[in-house]
C-alpha cells in the first residue's frame, strides 16, 4: 500500500498563524480582537465482525475572530484561509459586534503570558498513517480470530494546530498529537472491552489491551441474574472515571456562586473521601496536558480535591474577577489519587474481597438530579460476582443510581492511579476501588 | 483565472475515481453556514457566525471502503483526496474478508430546496437579540427564579452530491429552533422548566410562530411550581406522556434498535448493538397493538426529510413497528442487501463534509391514535402526566431504559392535578411499549427534532425528528431521582 498521507497535509504552522492573526489585527477596527486556530488531521480506522469496516482521513482548518466594541462583542470563524475569506470572517464579527447589547460580563483578552511548553506534538504519532492504524487493527482482530471471537474496534491518530493570539500581544501556538484504540470483543452474548489514549501512538499497547478484552469476554460467558440491589463493589479505572467525569463537569464556578451546583456552599468542605487527592497534572507523561486553554490562559498544575476537601470550581474569566480568582486553574489532565498503602493490581483488589461486584466499565452515564449529582448508567463489557477472593459468575448488566458524592465517602481498598479512558470521558488516571456500598437499581436482560 | 464551480471540483474527483479502477465512488461539497445566539441571565452572552466549508470523497474498491476529506477546496487539494481515498480504500480491501454489495438506486438528478417564508439569516441581529432579552426578562419577572437561558439557532447548508454512477444532487437546506429556560430556587433546592420550539427544516417562521413571550411567563410559573412541588412517591404507575417527551423515548428506544447496521454488530464498540435481532423482523412483538411506528422521511419541515441521502437514494415512508410487530429497519445500500432487501430506506447521512455518512434514525414516528387527551386522563386512576425532556439512558442494546421529564403532574381518579419533583420511570423497552392501551388523535400530534444524535467513531451528530400524538402506558416502574 502506497500512502500519501505521510507528507500530507501540511498543517498551519506557528509562523503561518503569526501572519494570519497579524493580518486579521491589521485589519481589524476594533477595541479589542483575538484570533484563534484550529487545524485538525485525524484518520481513523474501524473494525466490526473482524473486518475493517471505515477508513477515513480528514483535515479541517478552522480560524475563528472574535472582536470587541467597548462591551459589545461578537464572534465568527471560517474554514477558508484565503485572505479574502479571512477579511470577511473579520467584517462579520465586526458586524455581530456593533449591533450586540453590551454584555456586562465581558473581558478583554487576557494579558499576554509565557505558555508552558509540553510534549504534545509526538512526531510517531502524527506520522502514523492508514498503514499504522491497520496494523493495529489487525493485530486485534488476528487475536480475536485466533480465539473464534468477534472483534470490533478503532482505531486513530491526529495531530492539531491550535493557535490563540490577540491584539495585545498575547500569542500561543501548541501541536498536539493524539493516538488512540479501543476493541469490544464478542463471545456470543457476552462482551470484554479495553481501550488507550495517548499522544505517543507507540504507547497504547495493542497486543496487551486486546489479550485483557478477549480475557473479559471469554470470562463473560452464561451470565447468570442478580437482584437490584446495594452490594459492594470493585470499580475498574474506566468505571472510576466514568462517575468521577461527572463530577468534574459539576464543579462550574458560575452555578456554585449563583447557587444551582451540587457543590453549593461546600468550598473548603469535606466532599469525598479525606484520602482522595484530585490534582490537574499536565506535565505527567501518560495524560493529555497542554500549554493552554481556548481562552488563552496557560494550563497549570493545581490541586482541586486535597485530602477529600473541595479547594477548586471552575471558572469562567468574569466569575473568576468577581470572586477574586486571580490565577484560573485547569484541569484538562485530571489524576485522582488515594493516600495509604494501595494494592498493585484489579486482581489484588479481587483476591482481598470476601464479596461484590467487579465492573469494568459504565455506559451512558447521565445525572438524574444535578442537586446532589445522582447519576444512572449501566454497566457494560465486563461486569462479575466476586466471592472469596475470586470471580465465580459474570452477571447480567445493571443500571446504577448513584452520586459518586455518596460513594467516594469511604473508599474499602484501592490501587495506585492507572490510566483510564472510555468513550465518553477524556482520559484521566484513577485508582481501580472497592467501594462497601453501591446501588444498582434493575437489571437488564443480558 | 477564475475560481472553478462546484460541478467542475466534483468532476476532476469523479474522474481521479474512475481511473483509479475502483467500482464505486461520490463526492459531497458542502457550504454550511451557522448563526447561533445564546442569552444567559438577562445577557447576551455570544453570538457566533460559522461558515465551514470542504469536501469529501468516498471510494469503493473491490468491495472495500475509503474516504478523505478536506476544507481545503482547490484544483491541487481536490485531486490530492480523491487520490488518498483511493489509496485507503485499496488498504482496507486487501484485508477485506466480505466485499461490500451496494443496493440499487436509480441515478437522480435534482435539486432539492427548503420552502422559507422569511429567510433567517435576513433577520436583523438585534431584533433576534431583543427577542431574547425580552424572553430572559419575562422569564424573571416571576419571583423565584434564579437563572435565565433563551437561545436561538439558525443554519444553511448548501450541498453538491455527485457519484461515478451518475446521481447529481444540489441542496438548499434550511433549519431553525430557539428556546428557553427558568432555573427557580427554592429551600436550598433548584428546577428548571423549558420551553422549546422544534427543531424544523423551515424559515425564520419557526421561531416567530412561537409566541415566546407567552410561554417565558408559564414556564416561569412552573418553574416555582415545580421546585416547591412534592416529590414523587416510588411506586407503579400509569403514565401519560406529551409528544416532546415520546419523541426522545422514541428516538432512544424504537429509533437506534432499528438501526441495521448496530444490529449487524457495526457499532459494537462504541453505540452499541440492538435486541432487535434481523430474525425478529416480522414476527417479534415490540409493541401492543395500539403501537404503529412508522420512518417518514418524506413529511415536510422534518430534518430527516432532504429529498436525498447521502447514499443518493431518495427519501421514503416505511413501517418499522405495524400494529406492535417489528417490520423493518433504517437501512443504507451497504447494509440493506445483508438482509434480502433489493432497495436501501434511504438513511444513510454524513454529519458535514468530513464524515463518511453512516446508518441514522429515520423520521420514526408514532402514529394517532383515537383517543383525545382528556380522555386517555380520564380512564387513570393514580398516574403520572409528564412533558418534556430530563434524565435519560439506556443500555447498549436498547433493553433497560430509564427516563425522567422536564414536568410531572399526578393524575388521581381521572383528574390532572399539581405538579411534582423528580420523577423518573425505568422499564424493558417491549415491556414497555407493551402496556401501550392509548394514543391520542392527529390533532394532538407534534413533531420535535434532534440535532445532536451521537453515534460512530469518528463521532458525529444525526438530525431527525420524530412526531408522536400523547400516549398512555400502564403499570410503569417510577422512583424519585434524588439520593437517599
Not at chain 1, 464572534?75 to 453590551?102: K, N, W
Not at chain 2, 436561538?152 to 452530491?161: A, E, G, P, S, T
Not at chain 2, 380512564?379 to 403520572?384: A, L, S, T
Not at chain 2, 391520542?440 to 444525526?462: E, H, L, N
Request: proline share 5%; hydrophobic share 40%.
Amino acid at each position: 500500500m502506497t500512502v500519501v498521507s505521510g507528507k500530507w497535509p501540511k498543517m498551519t504552522t506557528r509562523d503561518e498563524f503569526r501572519f494570519l492573526s497579524d493580518l486579521v489585527f491589521t485589519r481589524s477596527s476594533a477595541d479589542h480582537t483575538m484570533v484563534s486556530l484550529r487545524d485538525h488531521h485525524a484518520g481513523t480506522t474501524r473494525f466490526a465482525n473482524n473486518q475493517i469496516i471505515q477508513n477515513v482521513d480528514a483535515r479541517r482548518g478552522i480560524l475563528t475572530v472574535t472582536v470587541a466594541f467597548d462591551r459589545q462583542h461578537g464572534t465568527a470563524s471560517t474554514t477558508d484561509f484565503t485572505a479574502g475569506s479571512i477579511q470577511d470572517t473579520l467584517a462579520r464579527a465586526e458586524r455581530i459586534a456593533r449591533v450586540s447589547p453590551a454584555d456586562p460580563e465581558y473581558l478583554p483578552p487576557p494579558d499576554p503570558c509565557s505558555f508552558p511548553i509540553r510534549d504534545t506534538a509526538k512526531s510517531e504519532t502524527v506520522a502514523a498513517g492508514p498503514v499504522k492504524r491497520l496494523e493495529y487493527a489487525n493485530e486485534a482482530i488476528g487475536h480475536c480470530r485466533m480465539e473464534n471471537l468477534m472483534a470490533a474496534g478503532v482505531v486513530s491518530s491526529s495531530g492539531t494546530a491550535v493557535g490563540i493570539a490577540a491584539d495585545n500581544g498575547l500569542f500561543g501556538y501548541e501541536y498536539r498529537a493524539d493516538g488512540r484504540f479501543s476493541l469490544t470483543v464478542q463471545a456470543g452474548d457476552a462482551t470484554g472491552w479495553s481501550a488507550a489514549a495517548h499522544r505517543s501512538i507507540d504507547h497504547l499497547k495493542v497486543q496487551e489491551r486486546t489479550l485483557a478484552a478477549i480475557a473479559k469476554a471469554k470470562r463473560g460467558r452464561d451470565a447468570c441474574e442478580l437482584p437490584a440491589g446495594r452490594y459492594p463493589v470493585i470499580l475498574e479505572p474506566a468505571a472510576v472515571a466514568g462517575l468521577w467525569t461527572w463530577l468534574i463537569w459539576s464543579l462550574d464556578a458560575k452555578s456554585y456562586v449563583k447557587g444551582t451546583s451540587p457543590f453549593a456552599g461546600k468550598l473548603g468542605q469535606v466532599i469525598v473521601d479525606e484520602r482522595l487527592t484530585l490534582r490537574n497534572d499536565p506535565d505527567h507523561t501518560d495524560l493529555l496536558g497542554e500549554g493552554m486553554t481556548h481562552e488563552g490562559l496557560p494550563s497549570i498544575p493545581s490541586v482541586w480535591i486535597d485530602h477529600g476537601v473541595l479547594k477548586q470550581l471552575a471558572y469562567d474569566r468574569f466569575t473568576a474577577k468577581a470572586e477574586g480568582v486571580h490565577a484560573i486553574p485547569t484541569l484538562e489532565a485530571p489524576a485522582l489519587s488515594m493516600d495509604g498503602l494501595s494494592l498493585h493490581s484489579v486482581q489484588d483488589l479481587i483476591k482481598n474481597t470476601e464479596r461484590a461486584i467487579l465492573v469494568a466499565n459504565f455506559w451512558y452515564i447521565r445525572p438524574v438530579n444535578p442537586r446532589d449529582l445522582m447519576l444512572t448508567g449501566m454497566t457494560r463489557d465486563g461486569t462479575f460476582l466476586v466471592e472469596k477472593g475470586e470471580i465465580v459468575s459474570p452477571v447480567k448488566n445493571f443500571r446504577f443510581h448513584e452520586s459518586p458524592l455518596r460513594v467516594f465517602q469511604h473508599l474499602s481498598a484501592w490501587t495506585a492511579p492507572m490510566e483510564a479512558v472510555n468513550s465518553e470521558t477524556r482520559k484521566m488516571l484513577v485508582p481501580a476501588v472497592a467501594l462497601p456500598h453501591f446501588y444498582f437499581s434493575s437489571v437488564t436482560r443480558f | 483565472m477564475s475560481t472553478p464551480t462546484w460541478d467542475e471540483f466534483a468532476e476532476l474527483a469523479l474522474k481521479r475515481i474512475t481511473v483509479s479502477g475502483a467500482e464505486y465512488g461520490d463526492m459531497r461539497i458542502q457550504d454550511s453556514h451557522t448563526e447561533h445566539m445564546e442569552g444567559e441571565d438577562r445577557r447576551i452572552a455570544s453570538i457566533r457566525d460559522v461558515r465551514d466549508i470542504g469536501f469529501g470523497v468516498r471510494v469503493l474498491y473491490h468491495g472495500a471502503w475509503g474516504f478523505a476529506a478536506s476544507s481545503i477546496l482547490s484544483l491541487e487539494e481536490v485531486p490530492r483526496i480523491a487520490d488518498l481515498a483511493v489509496e485507503i480504500a485499496r488498504g482496507s480491501a486487501s484485508v477485506a474478508l466480505e466485499k461490500v454489495r451496494l443496493a440499487p438506486e436509480p441515478v437522480h438528478r435534482d435539486r432539492i430546496v427548503t420552502p422559507y417564508r422569511i429567510d433567517p439569516f435576513s433577520v436583523p441581529l438585534e431584533k433576534k437579540a431583543d427577542l431574547l432579552l425580552n424572553t430572559m426578562e419575562t422569564l424573571h419577572r416571576q419571583p423565584g427564579i434564579a437563572r435565565s437561558n433563551a437561545s436561538l439557532w439558525v443554519r444553511r447548508d448548501k450541498k453538491l452530491f455527485v457519484s461515478t454512477e451518475g446521481s447529481h444532487l444540489e441542496f438548499d437546506l434550511l433549519a431553525g429552533q430557539g428556546d428557553c429556560t427558568a432555573t427557580a430556587l427554592y429551600d436550598s433546592r433548584f428546577a428548571s422548566r423549558s420551553f422549546n420550539t422544534p427543531h424544523l427544516r423551515k424559515g425564520y417562521e419557526v421561531i416567530e410562530e412561537a409566541d415566546f413571550l407567552r410561554e417565558a411567563s408559564r414556564v416561569a410559573d412552573q418553574a416555582v411550581e415545580k421546585v416547591k412541588a412534592p416529590a414523587v412517591d416510588a411506586g407503579q404507575y400509569d403514565l401519560v406522556l406529551d409528544p416532546e417527551h415520546l419523541s426522545l423515548t422514541i428516538h432512544e428506544s424504537c429509533g437506534h434498535p432499528s438501526e441495521l447496521d448496530r444490529a449487524l454488530g457495526y457499532e459494537a464498540n462504541y453505540a452499541g448493538t440492538s435486541f432487535l435481532t434481523t430474525e425478529k423482523r416480522g414476527n417479534f412483538r415490540y409493541g401492543s397493538r395500539y403501537v404503529n411506528l412508522v420512518a417518514d422521511n418524506t413529511e415536510p419541515e422534518t430534518l430527516a426529510a432532504t429529498g436525498f441521502d447521502d447514499d443518493g437514494v431518495q427519501c421514503q415512508r416505511w413501517d418499522i413497528v405495524r400494529d406492535g410487530i417489528f417490520v423493518g429497519y433504517c437501512t443504507n445500500r451497504e447494509v440493506a442487501p445483508k438482509i434480502g432487501e433489493s432497495r436501501s430506506r434511504g438513511s444513510n447521512r454524513a454529519d458535514g463534509w468530513e464524515n463518511i455518512p453512516i446508518v441514522r434514525i429515520a423520521n420514526i414516528g408514532l402514529e394517532p391514535g383515537s383517543a383525545t387527551v382528556e380522555q386517555l386522563i380520564a380512564d387513570v386512576k393514580r398516574g403520572i402526566y409528564i412533558e418534556g425532556h430530563g434524565s435519560y439512558s439506556i443500555d447498549q442494546r436498547r433493553y433497560n431504559f430509564q427516563f425522567g421529564g422536564d414536568a410531572f403532574w399526578l393524575i388521581e381518579n381521572g383528574r390532572r392535578t399539581h405538579m411534582l419533583r423528580d420523577v423518573i420511570y425505568h422499564g424493558i423497552t417491549p415491556e414497555f411499549w407493551n402496556s401501550c392501551d392509548g394514543v391520542a388523535d392527529r390533532s394532538f400530534r407534534r413533531r420535535y427534532g434532534f440535532i445532536t444524535c451521537g453515534k460512530g467513531q469518528p463521532g458525529q451528530s444525526g438530525w431527525m425528528t420524530h412526531a408522536a400524538s400523547p400516549a398512555r402506558f400502564r403499570r410503569v416502574q417510577v422512583i424519585r431521582g434524588e439520593g437517599s
